[in-house]
Nanobody, 120 residues
């Protein structure tokens, strides 16, 4: 079992930056693909991005490409989501996920989420 705990969310003005962290416990994430998702009120969960376990390849959702960056520090068992040039439409609960299933958009383990609010 892997437990995931997101942190770093908060309130930021449009154009600002935040860095989210996802700390894993219970098992090393060294061999897990890791993903980030978000869900805004009244909307479906949206893929934000992912980083693979082997060579660290990344993939991003269309709405965040060029603004968000995923990185991982396996020694710290932690994955990060650097969010720049934030927009009000980035407001959502952000979730971390571990251990991809068939694709980088499906995961076995999920965190509880952290709220990000971007004011205009």
């Amino acid at each position: 079992q892997v437990q995931l705990a997101e942190s770093g969310g908060g309130l930021v003005q449009a154009g600002g930056s935040l860095r989210l962290s996802c700390a894993a416990s219970g098992r090393t994430i060294r061999f897990y693909d890791m993903g980030w998702f978000r869900q805004a009120p009244g909307k479906e969960r949206e893929f934000v991005g992912a980083v693979t376990w082997d060579v660290g390849n990344t993939d991003y959702g269309d709405g965040v490409k060029g603004r968000f960056t995923i990185s991982r520090d396996d020694a710290k068992n932690t994955v990060y989501l650097q969010m720049n040039s934030l927009k009000p439409e980035d407001t959502a609960i952000y979730y971390c996920a571990a251990d991809s299933l068939r694709t980088l958009r499906e995961y076995h383990y999920w965190g509880q989420g952290t709220q990000v609010t971007v004011s205009s």
